[in-house]
């Protein structure tokens, strides 16, 4: 249903009309039941960093959370990035398209109804200067979202991207660590449990260093709540 008009949808976005099929008429979400229900929801996931496990059943932690755990407790996304979620996210960082993130937002909103619920929510920084060439922080506005729906405070002072690194989509898992190694500062004291928010997971390089970088500063819980989680396959390395 969603191939057959995907030419289309980037054309409409008539609020009374889904985003996705531009033809039936959408709700609030403004996502039609019929795209809703074709949307690349996540299934079974490693249970720390939410990477998508096809073959996997009930609880399962993989090798490599296995071998080294993430220094934050879980990761939670409603999505594996592929169509059209990474067409929508990517329309929303990169084309200012930022009324994408709402609809993609309470849907992510939606899936941590029942989680634990942290003492505050912080979007994954950008640096000042690539604020300013992008006007918008994508990851802000998702958080900003979570924070009204679920009550809970939002701040986007308590973490700074102190260094404007290389951009992480032209490294592998290993450059991605070392070029953001002290790149994030903790400016003040955090609560005890927080909820870092960004727009896609890949390798986890990002979550991982904040939540380094929080715990150092004295966070016990660190939370990542994503819209959507690359698989395996998607990797670079
Ligand atoms: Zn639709
Ligand atoms: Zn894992």
């Known amino acids: 249903m969603i191939t057959q008009y995907k030419n289309r949808w980037l054309l409409l976005n008539q609020s009374s009309h889904c985003i996705l099929c531009g033809l039936q008429p959408a709700d609030d979400r403004q996502i039609c039941q019929a795209c809703l229900v074709d949307l690349p929801w996540i299934g079974n996931t490693c249970q720390r960093c939410a990477e998508p496990m096809h073959h996997a059943s009930g609880s399962f932690i993989c090798p490599q959370c296995q071998q080294k755990p993430p220094p934050y407790e879980q990761a939670i996304a409603p999505f594996e990035y592929r169509f059209p979620i990474d067409q929508l996210v990517q329309l929303a960082k990169f084309n200012g398209q930022t009324h994408y993130l709402r609809p993609l937002a309470e849907l992510l909103s939606l899936r941590l109804q029942t989680e634990p619920r942290p003492e505050l929510i912080i979007p994954v920084p950008l640096h000042r200067k690539r604020l300013q060439e992008r006007q918008y922080n994508q990851a802000a506005i998702v958080a900003k979202h979570l924070a009204r729906r679920l009550n809970i405070p939002f701040s986007n002072k308590l973490l700074l991207k102190t260094e404007n690194t290389q951009h992480q989509a032209d490294l592998n898992r290993k450059a991605r660590r070392k070029n953001l190694r002290n790149s994030f500062q903790c400016v003040s004291a955090p609560p005890t449990s927080v909820a870092i928010v960004d727009d896609v ?35 670079l390395s």
């Open 201 to 235: 997971m890949t390798t986890g390089t990002t979550a991982a260093e904040i939540s380094r970088v929080l715990k150092q500063a004295g966070c016990q819980q660190v939370y990542i709540w994503i819209i959507a989680r690359t698989a395996k396959e998607l990797h």
